[in-house]
């Protein structure tokens, strides 16, 4: 066997042994959540994921916000697809940037965060929907405007 035919053969091996390991690594962030946690997952990734941990962490407070208040549901994955609230949960897309749901999932797997001043409403910079005049402004992180 020559050189390139041996070199290409480790190549493809090692390649194969990466895409397995980083496939093991994806189903093992997602067997080690609880469906709470799933939920909130699946929502910060579909809402703000580009955001970082400020824009995730007032996403998740929202919806626990939403939880704590007896105008939603008492829990997180009924506040997250109840409908009409989160666009995403219209048209669910696959989870495509798997580096982002296993940062995210190690974020919401860390526990408890802040409840952010009671947020209980957000949308994004480039809309302006009827409601937002009927709750207080609370500020803006990323691409979304929080209220309560």
Known sequence: ???????????????????AWGFFL????????TRTERCHVENIYHEARGEGW???ALVKATVENRVSDSRWPSTVCDVVWQ?????????PNEVTDMDSWNRIASFVKEGVHSNF??????HTVSSNPWWAKSYEYLGT???????K
């Open 83 to 91: 409908p009409k609230q989160f666009s995403w949960t219209n048209d």
């Open 26 to 33: 994806s189903t093992q962030a997602e067997a080690n959540l």
């Open 117 to 122: 001043r009671g947020a209980t409403h957000y």
């Open 54 to 56: 400020a824009g995730w």
């Open 141 to 147: 992180t990323g691409q979304h405007k929080y209220y």
């Open 1 to 19: 066997m020559n050189r390139l035919t041996f070199a290409s053969k480790v190549v493809v091996r090692l390649t194969v042994v990466v895409l």
